[in-house]
Every structure is written in structure tokens, then in C-alpha cells.
């Protein structure tokens, strides 16, 4: 089970370090052409800090595991992206896009799953 937990860890970490270092150096127009015009409901700081709350996320999730300093703040990365897909989720199901709404449902569910994983079934504490 742990090693599940680290390759769910790891994918959603890539999945999470991109999409934060991406709305964190594009532009809203460079952005608007990979992820669609629902940035245009958004202003430019709005967009920075969902990146840089999907970058720590991402970070947080390998790090202080990987380093065995504060592991506990693995679960909490992971709940923190969690809420950040529930976030994603709702501007999605409001603008009907809904193969964006499974996506952001699938990974809630994986980073809820290394929640659980850490915490109840591999506790790290």
C-alpha cells in the first residue's frame, strides 16, 4: 500500500507542479488557450495564487515525506488540493464543461485517497 500511495503521490504531484508553474509564468492570454476562456471570470492575481496553491500542493505532498521532516503536512497538501478541485469543480459544472468536472472529480478523489492512505492506512505518524 505504500508504494500505491507514493505513485499516487508522485502522479498528482506532476499533475499539480504543472498546472501551478504554468498559471504561474503564462500570461491570461497564453493561459486562455490551454485551459479555456473561464480565466477571463478571473483576474490575473486570482489565477497566480491558485498556482501557487497548486505548486505548494504539489510540493507538499512529496517533500516533507520525502525528507521525514513534519510528514504530516503531506495529508494536509493533499486535503488543501483537494478543496482546491472542489473550487475547480464549480466553475466548471457552472460553465457545463463537464469532461473538466470528471477531472477535477478524479483527482479530489486521489488526493482524498493519499489522505486516507497517510493518515489510516499507512499512518505516518
Do not use: C
Request: no cysteine; charged share 15%; net charge positive.
Amino acid at each position: 500500500m505504500n508504494v500505491i500511495l507514493w505513485i499516487v503521490q508522485g502522479l498528482l504531484a506532476l499533475m499539480f507542479l504543472m498546472a501551478g508553474a504554468m498559471k504561474l509564468s503564462k500570461p491570461k492570454k497564453e493561459l486562455r488557450e490551454k485551459l479555456g476562456d473561464w480565466v477571463d471570470q478571473y483576474s490575473d492575481i486570482s489565477i497566480k495564487l491558485i498556482g501557487l496553491a497548486e505548486l505548494l500542493g504539489a510540493i507538499g505532498l512529496i517533500l516533507p515525506m520525502a525528507m521525514g521532516f513534519f510528514p504530516i503536512l503531506t495529508p494536509l497538501a493533499a486535503i488543501g488540493l483537494a478543496m482546491t478541485m472542489v473550487g475547480a469543480m464549480k466553475v466548471h459544472y457552472q460553465r457545463k464543461e463537464k469532461s473538466k468536472v470528471i477531472t477535477n472529480i478524479v483527482l479530489m478523489l486521489l488526493a482524498l485517497f493519499v489522505v486516507i492512505g497517510r493518515l489510516y492506512l499507512v499512518p505516518i505518524i
